[in-house]
Structures are given as structure tokens and as C-alpha cells.
């Protein structure tokens, strides 16, 4: 079985300050993971994603993820935090190479970013 | 042009009613999807049909009743509203990976449709 835990149901920065959003998997595989954002009254669109190759992925805004086996981690990132980063992130993980996307979600992290 | 798009967005209904969501995308995945997002945010998949078949089906009461009429659209039809049924619901979809090759892994989301049961 598979399972993502997101530390964290919310997290505040200040504009231009760094971005640590925390998750913890468990997989009886080694896992694809990914991270998606929600903006408010949106659909969900995906960040990045680790399949099993480089172990720092970097995704679109300026986010990136780093997995961590030794770990069991995969904890988003960005430098500095713009306004309109404010949004909730969700930590997914499914098992790699199966022809059909099973994906097992996070709780979601809820970023607020302030002025 | 939206790549997936359900329609309605929002619905308010009494308990005991039947409903639907309707879900097309023009991104030519065979594969789409619904799932159930709470008041938490939580979100969980119910159904998942790849080239009209279902090949995912969650423990979801059978008053769900998904249908795919072609690969591109994908509807659900809910009998029997109930207080709990009140949630997000998304419907999405993904390209399959080739045999031999990993699937992306990404999933393309429609905005939504909020369904409160009154």
C-alpha cells in the first residue's frame, strides 16, 4: 500500500522569503511522486514529478523537490515566495509503470503568502 | 480552448434528487477520471475509464453510476442525493503510457463541479 503524509495543513511565508512545503511517503515500491497545485475555485495542475530518474526535479514557477530515500521524502521548495503562489499543494504518489493512474493524495498544504 | 471541461460548476439540489455531471476533454486521452474532493480538501478517486472501459472502481455506493459514451467524455450520474454527497467533484484525464514505457504520471483536471445537497 501507498500513502503520502503532508506535515503541515498550512504554511505562511512573506513575499520573497523561501518555500519549504514537507512530505513523507510510504511505498512497498519505489514510488513516482509528484506534487499538484489547487488555486482557489480551480482545477488541479501538476507542479513536477519524480520517476525514479534525477533525484532533484524541477517544476514550473520556480519549484522544485528533491527525493530523499533514506528519508522517505519529497519536500517541495522554492527560493522566494510570490503572491500568487498562495494556493494549496497536494504531495501524490502511485505506484511507477502501471498502465493506470492510481494516485494516492496528501492532505493537501495550504500556502498563504503575505505582503 | 479548455482541455477538460464539466459542466455544470456549481449545483444545489434537495436530498432524495438525481443528478449528473457531464465531462469531455479534447486533450485525446483515453484514460479519464472522477474524483471526490471534501470539505478537507481531501481528494479521492472513484472511477477511472480507459477507451470507454472501467478499469478503476473505488468503493463508491451504487448510486454513483459513471458513464463513458466515447473515450472523450465521461459523465457521472448520481441517484438518491444524500447530505454526504455534498463535495467537489473533478473529473480528469491522462495519456496512458505505450506498453513497454512508464506512463507520465500527470493528470489533466477540470475545474470542477461543486454539488451541495440540501
Known amino acids: 500500500a501507498q500513502s503520502v503524509t503532508q506535515l503541515d495543513s498550512h504554511v505562511s511565508v512573506s513575499e520573497g522569503t523561501p518555500v519549504l512545503l514537507r512530505c513523507n511517503y510510504s511505498s512497498s515500491y519505489s514510488p513516482s511522486l509528484f506534487w499538484y497545485v489547487q488555486h482557489p475555485n480551480k482545477g488541479l495542475q501538476l507542479l513536477l514529478k519524480?520517476?525514479?530518474?534525477?533525484?532533484l526535479v524541477k517544476g514550473i514557477n520556480g519549484f522544485e523537490a528533491e527525493f530523499k530515500k533514506s528519508e522517505t521524502s519529497f519536500h517541495l521548495t522554492k527560493p522566494s515566495a510570490h503572491m500568487s503562489d498562495a494556493a494549496e499543494y497536494f504531495c501524490?504518489?502511485?505506484?511507477?509503470?502501471?498502465?493506470?493512474?492510481?494516485?494516492?493524495f496528501g492532505t493537501g498544504t495550504r500556502l498563504l503568502v503575505s505582503p | 480552448d479548455t482541455a477538460v471541461s464539466q459542466t455544470p460548476k456549481y449545483l444545489v439540489t434537495q436530498m432524495g434528487n438525481d443528478k449528473s455531471i457531464k465531462c469531455e476533454q479534447n486533450l485525446g486521452h483515453d484514460t479519464m477520471y472522477w474524483y471526490k474532493q471534501d470539505s478537507k480538501k481531501f481528494l479521492k478517486i472513484m472511477f477511472s475509464y480507459n477507451n470507454k472501459e472501467l478499469i478503476i472502481n473505488e468503493t463508491v455506493p451504487n448510486r454513483f453510476s459513471p458513464k463513458s459514451p466515447d473515450k472523450a467524455h465521461l459523465n457521472l450520474h448520481i441517484n438518491s442525493l444524500e447530505l454526504g454527497d455534498s463535495a467537489v467533484y473533478f473529473c480528469a484525464s491522462s495519456q496512458v503510457g505505450r506498453a513497454g514505457t512508464a506512463p507520465t504520471g500527470e493528470l489533466f483536471f477540470g475545474e470542477g463541479s461543486r454539488l451541495t445537497v440540501l
Open positions: 519524480y520517476t525514479s530518474a534525477a533525484t
Open positions: 501524490v504518489v502511485s505506484r511507477p509503470n502501471t498502465g493506470f493512474q492510481k494516485l494516492v
